[in-house]
């Protein structure tokens, strides 16, 4: 999912297609309850038994929803006491890329609705969520903390050897496939 979510981006980014371009990835997830597969929970720890978020785990798809919508409180308890700021953050992104068309919130938005953890976040991570950049393609790395930034394109080489770069919805090949479909 990576590989072709990146490319979409780039593509869209070097064509402008939209006013600007944000990709993210979530380096912090929270698995649904029920949600089968045990490698995508962080490993649980003697001072951190429900999961310790800074150790190595899948961050699998769909471990950002509870953070995405809100729902933490409903479906999961906090696991470290940044489980809920996190969440707010989150939030927050998405709320300001609603109501403004940019994921970074504004601070004046913020303080006057006492969002204190966001704006202690943003301040911390010291930098905005720029938009993708074709000449050098960045994501936000979504992550409590200093490890919150913004990254280049993760697994490029992987994305590169399964024939899906950056630039693969630019490429001949994809042209001449693309063709073939529509044709026949």
């Known amino acids: 999912m990576r590989c072709d979510n990146q490319a979409l981006a780039f593509s869209a980014a070097r064509h402008r297609a939209f006013p600007s371009v944000y990709v993210y990835s979530f380096n912090r997830t929270y698995q649904s309850p029920g949600y089968s597969n045990f490698a995508c929970d962080a490993p649980p720890t003697a001072s951190r038994p429900l999961g310790d978020p800074d150790g190595e785990y899948l961050k699998c798809h769909a471990g950002e929803i509870i953070y995405t919508v809100g729902s933490l409180r409903r479906w999961r308890k906090d696991r470290d006491g940044l489980d809920t700021p996190f969440a707010r953050l989150i939030v927050d992104y998405w709320s300001a890329f609603a109501r403004t068309g940019d994921p970074n919130p504004e601070e004046e938005f913020l303080r006057a609705r006492g969002y204190q953890s966001t704006l202690d976040q943003l301040e911390v991570n010291g930098g905005s ?19 919150e930034k913004m990254v280049g394109f993760q697994d490029v080489k992987q994305c590169e050897a399964l024939g899906l770069p950056s630039n693969f919805f630019e490429s001949p090949q994809r042209t001449r496939l693309v063709r073939r479909e529509t044709s026949g």
Do not use: K
């Open 129 to 147: 969520w720029e938009p993708v950049n074709a000449d050098r393609p960045q994501l936000r790395w979504l992550q409590w903390g200093e490890g």
